[in-house]
């Protein structure tokens, strides 16, 4: 699988008088895994959105290998590309959320091959070959026909995990994809996230799992109020953070 390069460009919104993000300036490599640390409520999910077109910033821009994913804002001037080149680009961001998101009316193979189908153009018996295929991936090739509330929490999130990748996207995002898991059942989940990290794919993760992060990122992001306070490898970041404020929230979490 190919990862895509993502860029990040003086990205600000706000939410009324809330600064929500402060002039985000970030490039991710392709292919590379990022993790986002953060307290509550530092912008971390909204940068993640933003990403994946679930919210439009006000100021800035994104793009994926170049491209813009949508439009770019620049103080008063607005470009933005033709609708249906930005749903062409949608496909190419996938997204995981803390709470799986699954149709709970679908079975695990349902849930999966839906997108493909109306997005990619796909014929249900290739979709479904495909989807088989991503289900012995992330450990469930026995569950195809099970429905969401027939599934524990950890097998919901690697049927979550299987249906983002069945759009072959270049960029993967995790917005807390264990925080809503039994504790016992938090490692299936981020060891599937670990293989996907050695598959090219781009992946950029907001966890509050920090040896997790330190362990499969290449860089570290710490967000504070809307702003990136420190990035760097996690060597760097973890044993000699530039900025006090990162080292006391590793503290406090560590
Ligand atoms: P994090 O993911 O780091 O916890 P968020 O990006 O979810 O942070 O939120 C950042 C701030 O923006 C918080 O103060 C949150 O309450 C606020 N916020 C997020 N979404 C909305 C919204 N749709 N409307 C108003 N405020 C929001
Ligand atoms: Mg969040």
Redesign the pocket.
């Given at each position: 699988m190919h990862g895509g390069e993502v860029t990040i460009h003086g990205v600000s919104k706000r939410?009324g008088q809330?600064q929500?993000l402060d002039d985000v300036t970030l490039t991710i490599p392709a292919g590379s895994v990022t993790a986002i640390l953060?307290q509550?409520?530092?912008?971390?999910?909204?940068l993640l959105r933003s990403i994946n077109h679930l919210e439009r910033v006000d100021d800035g821009f994104i793009a994926i290998d170049g491209e813009l994913i949508g439009y770019r804002q620049d103080r008063d001037t607005l470009y933005e590309l033709k609708e249906k080149d930005i749903l062409r680009r949608r496909v190419e961001v996938g997204m995981v959320f803390q709470n799986f998101n699954l149709f709970p009316h679908l079975t695990a193979l349902e849930n999966i091959v839906e997108a493909p189908i109306t997005v990619r153009g796909l014929s249900r018996d290739k979709a479904q070959a495909e989807a088989l295929e991503l289900l012995a991936r992330v450990g469930l090739a026995d569950k195809a026909r099970a429905y969401p509330r027939q599934l524990s929490g950890g097998q919901q999130q690697r049927v979550a995990i299987a249906r983002a990748l069945a759009l072959k996207p270049k960029v993967l995002l995790f917005d807390e994809p264990t925080s809503a898991l039994d504790p016992e059942l938090v490692n299936e989940v981020l060891d599937v996230i670990k293989e996907l990290a050695r598959s090219g794919t781009t992946l950029i993760i907001?966890t509050h799992e920090i040896g997790f992060a330190r362990e499969v990122a290449d860089t570290i992001v710490f967000m504070e109020g809307g702003r990136i306070l420190e990035t760097g490898t996690p060597e760097k970041v973890f044993n000699r953070p530039d900025h006090p404020r990162t080292a006391a929230f590793l503290a406090k979490v560590l």
């Open positions: 939410f809330l929500v953060g509550s409520g530092s912008g971390k999910s909204t907001v």
